[in-house]
């Protein structure tokens, strides 16, 4: 069953900047929810605050896990995206443009070199650990 | 790494994390409703704990702004009584390099990540112009970009 993929509209109306690697990345992640149950949404249910923090929204059914979504502004070609839990955690992907891969970071400490082949079930058991 | 600028940095991430602390206990301890306070609910403390972080980002970029004014000053630079942030930056980039080859400015340059600075800067002018939409890197990464960039400064 085809899904809606949520890639917001802002990426396409900046000028001058290239988020095609913020848009793939989502896709990947966001594929990965699916298969796994996550509902995937833009966040508008969430309150004002929140929401204008958040891109897209994953949530497990009859959970109270969240994971929001966040990709900040660049200039150049050096991407960054927020990943916010529900348990108060931040992990942030950072673009590394010459090997084309998204690290992991903890507090500038990082993860994991390349996101993809890491894999998000990983990022979900380290995000929900107790 | 300079100390004298880790350890200020370190010292407002530090309250930063404190204060996530003690809003985190609260938002565990209920999930709705809270005395003296029938608005409360664990979303507004995920939110204030969001507002804390852009808080404690716009108090990082002050504080090393305030280390380059002060470097620049130090050092006899004319900077004028309200600087851009951006000339201050570029300033102090400019001051630091000062007597070194075309090489070793360009090694030094991207060891401190000057444009990982002046990211931070639009993030700040972006909030402070209230555009609709901003988000800061957490705070244990601006601490790092502003650690790795005072790095070598005295």
């Known amino acids: 069953m085809p899904h809606d993929y949520i890639i917001p509209a802002w990426l396409d109306q900046a000028q001058g900047v290239d988020y095609t690697p913020e848009k793939q990345i989502l896709t990947n992640l966001e594929t990965w929810a699916f298969e796994k149950g996550w509902e995937v949404t833009n966040g508008s249910t969430l309150p004002f605050d929140l929401s204008q923090r958040t891109d897209v929204m994953l949530k497990k059914p009859n959970s109270d896990r969240r994971i929001r979504v966040a990709i900040l502004r660049k200039k150049g070609n050096r991407g960054s995206i927020r990943l916010d839990t529900s348990n108060l955690r931040t992990f942030e992907l950072v673009y590394r443009p010459r090997a084309k891969k998204w690290r992991l970071e903890v507090s500038a400490v990082p993860l994991a070199e390349d996101m993809q082949a890491w894999g998000w079930d990983r990022l979900a058991d380290l995000a929900f650990k107790p | ?154």
Request: aromatic share 6%; with cysteine.
């Open chain 2, 1 to 154: 790494m300079s100390a004298r600028h880790n350890a200020a940095f370190e010292l407002v991430r530090l309250e930063h994390d404190s204060v996530v602390s003690g809003l985190a206990l609260l938002s565990k301890s209920k999930k709705s409703g809270a005395p003296g306070n029938p608005n409360f609910s664990r979303d507004r403390v995920e939110a204030g704990i969001a507002s804390a972080g852009d808080a404690y980002a716009l108090l990082l970029i002050a504080v090393g702004e305030g280390f380059m004014r002060e470097y620049l000053v130090l050092a006899g630079v004319r900077i004028g009584e309200e600087p851009k942030l951006s000339s201050l930056i570029d300033q102090s980039v400019k001051q630091l390099c000062d007597g070194m080859s075309k090489q070793q400015k360009r090694a030094q340059r991207n060891m401190i990540d000057v444009p990982a600075v002046h990211s931070l800067r639009q993030n700040r002018n972006d909030y402070a112009h209230g555009h609709e939409r901003n988000v800061f890197p957490s705070i244990g990464k601006v601490e790092s970009i502003l650690g790795k960039f005072f790095g070598p400064f005295p």
